[in-house]
């Protein structure tokens, strides 16, 4: 079964988190305080934070390459942003590095599950409550974590851990594989 694919930016293609927090720390402002941190991601120059910003994994290369496997129905960038600047800054970026993929855009708040279908489609996100939630609503999740080897299957953890976990993009081929390989049927004796 070929599934749409959404991937979040921040943190699974640029690590713009961390150099956003480093910013911050040097800035003196306080990391604990979630309006001191919505006030500067809103008006953060994106456009400077991105470039300096490493690209993880290779992440975009590797994004071309799901494209090109076509194993995927679409696949999308699916990004929270804090202001219109971003948006468009994050559209202009991403779109002309990747063949046949588009960015989605939404505000804070908004609820990824809420705006685009999630039922038997993939997320990759670095935060696991987004991945949890977008589980809850029918989708399947991805965790993005890079301090991880290889792939991490559901509930190979624990009993709650319901998602997969990556550290490279090119491993949701073999989620994709693992997610389409029938479960052998079990018989039962009376």
């Known amino acids: 079964m070929n599934r749409d694919l959404y991937i979040d930016c921040d943190g699974v293609i640029y690590d ?19 309006d001191q941190i919505t006030e500067y991601f809103r008006n953060c120059n994106w456009e400077k934070l991105l470039r300096d910003a490493n690209i993880l994994n290779d992440s975009i290369n590797k994004i ?11 696949i999308h ?21 990747m063949n046949r ?5 939404l505000p804070l708040g908004y609820a990824k599950e ?11 996100d670095d935060s696991l409550s987004k991945v949890k939630a977008w589980i809850k609503a029918g989708g399947i999740g991805v965790l993005f974590r890079s301090d991880v080897q290889g792939i991490i299957t559901p509930f190979e953890i624990s009993d709650d851990q319901d998602y997969f976990i990556i550290n490279d993009l090119y491993d949701l081929l073999k989620v ?3 997610l389409n390989t029938p479960k052998p049927k079990t018989k039962t004796y009376n």
């Open 16 to 34: 713009s988190v961390k150099e956003a927090f480093l910013e911050m720390k040097s800035l003196g402002i306080d990391t604990t305080n979630q």
């Open 64 to 74: 071309n390459k799901l494209v090109d496997s076509w194993m995927f129905l679409s």
């Open 77 to 97: 960038v699916l990004t929270h942003v804090s202001s219109f600047y971003e948006a468009i800054y994050k559209t202009e970026l991403l779109e002309p590095q």
């Open 101 to 105: 993929v588009d960015v989605i855009t």
């Open 114 to 124: 809420k705006v685009v279908n999630p039922v038997d489609n993939i997320l990759v």
């Open 176 to 178: 994709q594989h693992i």
